[in-house]
């Protein structure tokens, strides 16, 4: 068997055409532009990357993009007063404070001091707690993205076996809530798992997210399964540097029915999914329609 590659890019290029559209018609039918802040602590090489690459992407779907780059040295006090600004200001429909932040602000504080309608990133702990118990509410945007590649490759996820490798706040945890909400069966595996090969092997969905280079071996895959992998680590080999993911890629597509790639699978779909919440999150101030098929 050789698995169906799972084409990231092609799709998260989909998405944003999907949001173009709609900020288009959100436009033209009510005069409304969303808009989206992104702020930014200190000069961390990889965050100013990801900060320009979401300002431009925001624009080219028509949004309002709002950046705000404050010094490595920003007290937690004017952050906190930006971000009060930020929540106060109708023309801003989602905040998204880069992360991570420099070691003397706190990330929970932070976090939870924006407003929750407006907290595309879904890490405040209200909307940890809606989406646990089921509720509206605004989700991660990795976990969308792996939600919505795996609806579209299969199209009813109803009464599948999910194993997600990998517990964290962002991407594990509501990844399983994700799943539970469209009636799979989820385990929930990590390092200390007992068995943990054939916890997987049960697997129909298999999500990995765990931060270690290409730990699921092909063997431990279910022939057929899907594998969602989420992992981006850089490498090492042949004296050169690669990005690979928490699966070994070349012997899972041996066994699997379909696979992500790394790069060009989940990553892609990240930022595609943060365009996808500033549109409901605009859609959900204005008392207008969700956008379809953008949602969980």
Known sequence: MVAQVIDGKAFAAKVRAQVADQVAKLK?????????????VGEDPASQV???????????????????????????????ALIDKLNN????????????????????????SIDPAKDVDGFH?????????????????????CLMMLRD???????????????SNIVGKPMAQLLLGDSCTVTIAHSRTKDLPDVVRRADIVVAAVGRPEMVPG??????????????????????NKLVGDVDYAS??????????VPGGVGPMTIACL??????????????PEPEGLTA
């Open 252 to 261: 899972a597509a041996e066994r699997a029915g379909a696979i992500t790639p």
């Open 219 to 240: 063997d431990w895959i279910k022939e057929g399964a899907t594998v969602i992998d989420v992992g981006i680590n850089r490498i090492e080999r042949d004296g050169k």
């Open 275 to 288: 365009l996808a919440n500033t549109l409901t999150a605009c859609c959900r101030a204005n008392s207008l």
């Open 153 to 167: 490759h299969h199209g009813s996820l109803s009464g599948m076996d999910a194993v997600v490798i990998g517990r």
């Open 28 to 40: 033209e039918e009510n005069g409304i532009t969303p808009g989206l802040a992104v702020v930014l």
């Open 89 to 112: 200001d109708p023309a801003v429909h989602g905040i998204l404070v880069q992360l991570p932040l420099p070691k003397h602000l706190n990330e929970d504080l932070v976090i939870n």
């Open 125 to 145: 702990i209200s909307n940890v707690g809606l989406l646990g118990t089921g509720q509206k509410s605004m989700v991660p945007c990795t976990p969308l993205g």
């Open 50 to 80: 990801y900060v320009r690459s979401k300002g431009k992407q925001t624009v080219e779907v028509g949004m309002n993009s709002y950046e705000h780059k404050l010094d490595v040295d920003t007290s937690e006090d004017d952050l906190l």
